[in-house]
């Protein structure tokens, strides 16, 4: 099967991220890992 390539990227709120991230953690109360994935599967 052929590959289709497309052309990707991410535009990221640095401060907006880590704000949340922290937000989450704290309302959370355990460990939080984030998973950046591809394709959009699984």
């Known amino acids: 099967m ?3 390539e497309r052309p990707t990227w991410i535009e990221l709120d640095y ?3 880590a704000h949340n991230i922290r ?8 460990p939080v890992m984030a998973v950046v994935k591809a394709n959009a599967y699984g």
């Open 23 to 30: 937000r989450l953690c704290a309302i959370a109360g355990v």
């Open 2 to 4: 052929p590959t289709r």
């Open 15 to 17: 401060t907006a991220a």
